[in-house]
């Protein structure tokens, strides 16, 4: 994941804080995937080997939180 991606996933969880959404941290995300609250935060900030599972999972946590991944593509080159 891109530092780019990585502070707008941030900013999701944060907005959907302020508005009382869920999911709001990375704890509701692990939770809501049965994944471990460390392996969704190297996946939030990178640090995750890039693999089609790794892509996949936050192509998953995006959706979920609620940004898009679009722009994330469009980066990739994909």
Request: charged share 30%; proline share 3%.
């Amino acid at each position: 994941m891109t530092r780019e991606l990585e502070e707008l996933v941030i900013i999701g969880l944060k907005r959907n804080k302020r508005l009382g959404l869920k999911p709001s941290s990375q704890t509701d995300v692990a939770r809501h995937f049965g994944l471990s609250n460390p392996y969704v935060n190297r996946l939030i900030t990178g640090k995750a080997a890039d693999t089609e599972n790794t892509k996949k999972r936050i192509n998953e946590i995006c959706g979920y939180i609620g940004v898009t991944e679009k722009w994330y593509l469009q980066q990739k080159g994909v």
